[in-house]
């Protein structure tokens, strides 16, 4: 019999781990953010006004500061993000980048319009462990009304280069 065969004792891995995690109903946290342009949504967010999306719950993504096309994002793997490698999954991190080029082209669009991904291109640069802080840079490199594309980056708390992403988003409404 194989190892892959034999089941393995519960009592060797310890006791199961578990988090809860909580999250604001996503419909009445968008309605309350009606009428507001997205710089305005994403800065109401990171003050607290407003609560963040389901998403950032889930994977404990916090917006650091908000500007004009750009964004920065920061997050704190843990262990439950790990792959069979015991690294945190890749998809930790291009969910990131996704996420904060996807907020970097909603900086520049106006109440009503919203955005979705049309590709995203991402580059993993260094393997990232949980505990390992990483900070996300996203921005506008080209706007458009109906297609608008970005690039963004990941870096660990030493500054080193984590990851890269070039995306286009499609503009929705507006124009």
Known sequence: ??????????????????????????????????????????????????????IASVLGFEIVEVGDGEVRFAVTPDERTYNPLGLVHGGVT????????????????PA???????????????????????LAHAWVTKPGRRVAFAQGEVRDDAGRLVATATSSLLVLGGG
């Open 112 to 134: 009503g319009v919203a955005y979705t991904t049309i590709d995203l291109q991402v580059s993993f640069l260094r393997p990232v462990r949980a505990g390992d802080r990483m």
């Open 1 to 54: 019999m194989s190892a892959l065969e034999r089941p393995a004792a519960p009592a060797a891995f310890g006791e199961p781990r578990r988090r809860t995690i909580t999250w604001h109903d996503p419909h009445a946290a968008a309605q309350a953010a009606r009428g507001l342009a997205g710089r305005e949504l994403l800065e109401a967010i990171a003050a607290g006004r407003l609560p963040p999306p389901p």
């Open 94 to 109: 291009c969910t990131l980048l996704d996420s904060a080029i996807g907020c970097a082209v909603h900086t520049r669009l």
